[in-house]
């Protein structure tokens, strides 16, 4: 596990983490046994539009994170971009907010 209860971090996009797991019908296929649906990706965006989360638990091998209707939802390191430098940060590039590097 690389990062810590208390850390925020930055969550891949969807195109992300479908170019580097592939699709199973409309969800992707994380690494651990992991799901990421579009109701998960419509969710996050929603809540986080900069993608940027807090680390409330650790669990065995996955992350808990504050979600909709105080449920929590589980990542693992193969869905986290990096951590976050500020919780703060702001999305200054238009790259990022189109997702298309």
Do not use: H, Q
Not at 2 to 11: L, Q, R, T
Not at 42 to 67: A, C, H, M, Q, W
């Amino acid at each position: 596990m690389k990062y810590k209860a208390g850390d925020f971090v930055k969550i891949k996009t969807w195109k992300e983490m479908e170019e580097e797991f592939g699709l199973i019908t409309t969800a992707i296929n994380c690494p651990g046994k992991y799901i990421f649906t579009p109701c998960k990706e419509t969710e996050l965006n929603r809540l986080f539009p900069d993608r940027i989360v807090k680390i409330i638990s650790i669990e065995k091998d996955f992350y808990k994170i504050k979600g909709k209707w105080g449920n929590n939802w589980s990542w693992n390191d193969t869905m986290i971009k990096r951590i976050a430098t500020d919780p703060k940060e702001k999305i200054l590039s238009r790259f990022d907010i189109l997702d298309i590097r």
